[in-house]
């Protein structure tokens, strides 16, 4: 697959209380698709989130 964008290394909150976690975002269509701790696809854009909270 290849992603329209894929954000990588940000921290991941999500809402619910759960300690944050590092992981890859990958988004196609507007949509994220894909949340791993490790995304090794390509993509047409790469964010690098490295130490941020996407």
């Known amino acids: 697959m290849v ?5 990588k290394g940000g921290f991941v909150v999500d ?3 759960n300690p ?3 992981a890859d975002i990958g988004i196609d269509s507007g949509k994220i698709v ?4 490790a995304i ?5 854009k790469v964010i690098d989130a490295k130490g941020k909270v996407p």
Do not use: H
């Open 3 to 7: 992603f329209d964008i894929l954000i």
């Open 15 to 17: 809402g619910t209380g």
């Open 20 to 22: 944050w976690y590092r």
């Open 34 to 37: 894909r949340i791993d701790r």
């Open 40 to 44: 090794n696809e390509n993509a047409k």
